[in-house]
């Protein structure tokens, strides 16, 4: 492995430090000291604090006997350590990422640190900053070998039988939370949405195709996907073209729908594709009732939070519902509730006339390889 190209990035709050600082010539010592490669003028950092150094190919670091330590994903060093993309560094207490510039754009140019008089260390007692998710370098990992599953959970018809999937998708790294709302947090932390969300969803796909699952199955994206289009719209085509059995159901976070225009050339794609549309999560912010006239989708999820709790005829949630139910409907488009999880909730939803129901009441998300469609 190379080492050259790798850089630091700093907390955007520690005005007090450079934004980036560049690994490209190793060794590189870092300290207080004005002799260093690295010369950072800060009070608990040791006139020589610590060094960077290649070996078998990787990239180093060793402490060199600071008062206040350095720190890799917050565990002091107490010998020298290997070090991988998006491992939080602290030394003391300042905070760095160690990036790629392969793997990532370099985030914000240089500022010139604080000009103060320096001349003792002073030892911190503070507890360490954590800006940085320490989880960043596993989750580099998981995006670079493809670590994810599919999972699948059960859309049913008011008797109780299933009428469809939701394709969606897991962790499979050993370091890594399973589920997809820290992963996608995770994914925010270092730019990686949109990478996340296609990987989530080819390893679906091709799962779900080998599994032979020939009913309706929805699939999701992330909103940051919908600012690129063309992108989108390329990646489906592809996905189509490598799949071109698979019955699928489109799913646009109620978030992205922002523009009508954007929304109309993302149906009118579809089509070709002979891919369904539905708006996902509806009524969990803004109800845009005027995407609902002007770019009508095939079926609509309502959000669980209009969901859960329903608990009578008379209740303000249930007239709510009852309102959007009618209007829905009378634009001949499929209603889905999601998040059901009792009884009571179901049968108020089939007394409104909801074609489709999804939630823990009747399965929970399961691998997709885990029992035959």
Known sequence: ?????????????????????????????????????????????????????????????????????????????????????????????????????????PAGTDRDSEDRTVDRTVVAYRPLDTTFPIESSAFLELLEWKLVCGFKQAVVRPDGRVFAYELLGRSTHPSLPVGPGQLFALAASVGKEVELSRLLRRRSFEQAAAADLRMPLFFNNHPAECLDVDALLAELTDLRGLYPDLNLVFEVHEAAITDLEMIATIKAALRKLNIRFAYDDFGAGQARLLELAEVPPDILKFDMGLIQGLHSTESSKYLLLEALSKLVHSLGIATLAEGVETQTESDLCERLGIHLMQGFLYNRPHPIAQTPG
């Not at 060094?51 to 402490?63: I, N, P, V």
């Open 1 to 105: 492995m190379q080492v050259i190209g790798f850089y630091l990035e700093s907390a955007a709050k520690q005005t007090h430090l450079p934004r980036q600082i560049e690994l490209d010539r190793l060794p590189k010592t870092l300290g207080r000291d004005r002799e260093c490669d690295i010369a950072l003028k800060v009070g608990d950092l040791s006139r020589l604090h610590a060094r960077f150094f290649e070996q078998d190919g990787g990239l180093w670091l060793e402490d060199m006997g600071s008062t206040n330590g350095s720190y890799v994903n917050q565990q002091r060093l107490a010998q020298p350590a290997q070090l991988r993309p998006g491992d939080v560094i602290h030394f003391a207490d300042n905070e760095f990422r160690l990036l790629k510039h392969e793997l990532m754009a």
